[in-house]
């Protein structure tokens, strides 16, 4: 089967695309993550993208080159704990498809194998139920449960750790980062 979607980072010129893709899908984001939502905010998230702790990862359909899906490895710790979280959104307008499955997949792969990470920790909050599926599309498993553990949208939340590990068997490609 050929790939429907492929991995970049992020770049400063996918500002007015990722600010739109934002914008038209508050309503699948809140109370789940804050986005950019203005050019001052996706300023202030670029940089930190490119710091050497943290991967910004757009997830693009294959044939247009159209951003359905954001991906962040946030807090990478190297030494002996090779470890980071990941965040992710998906545009509003292709949800249900499989590009988030796709390109979750791909992000581990690319994290595993590229950036040598033994895992990778994703915090969700419990009633989010279509990213809990995703995860465990991917592969995750539950570790544990930290009560009021980010603040986001006003208020300190509850969140499930799940994570996935570099032993997994279903990650045997290296994908390739799109220039």
């Known amino acids: 089967m050929n790939p429907r979607v492929h991995i970049r980072r992020i770049e400063a010129r996918d500002k007015r695309e990722i600010l739109a893709l ?7 984001h809140s109370p789940w993550i804050t986005t950019p939502l203005t050019s001052h905010s996706f300023r202030s998230y670029y940089r930190r993208t490119q710091r050497d702790d943290h991967e910004g990862v757009l997830c693009c359909l294959e044939e ?16 002996s704990f090779q470890s980071s979280t990941i965040g ?6 292709h949800t249900g498809h499989g590009y988030m499955t796709e390109g979750l997949n791909l992000v581990l792969s690319y994290a595993f194998k590229n950036l040598g990470l033994h895992r990778v920790e994703a915090n969700i909050q419990p009633n989010n ?27 300190w939340r509850d969140h499930e750790r799940w994570v996935a590990m570099d032993d997994r068997e279903a990650l045997h490609r290296q994908p390739k980062m799109k220039p």
Not at 64 to 79: D, K, M, S
Not at 88 to 93: D, I, K, L, T, W
Not at 129 to 154: M, N, T
Request: hydrophobic share 40%; with cysteine.
């Open 129 to 155: 139920d279509p990213s809990r599926k995703l995860v465990q599309r991917c592969g995750f498993v539950l570790e544990g449960f930290s009560p009021r553990f980010l603040f986001i949208d006003g208020r």
């Open 22 to 28: 934002n914008q038209t899908s508050i309503g699948l």
């Open 88 to 93: 992710y959104y998906a545009s509003v307008n």
């Open 64 to 79: 247009t080159g159209q951003i359905v899906g954001v991906f962040n490895l946030n807090g990478i710790i190297r030494g």
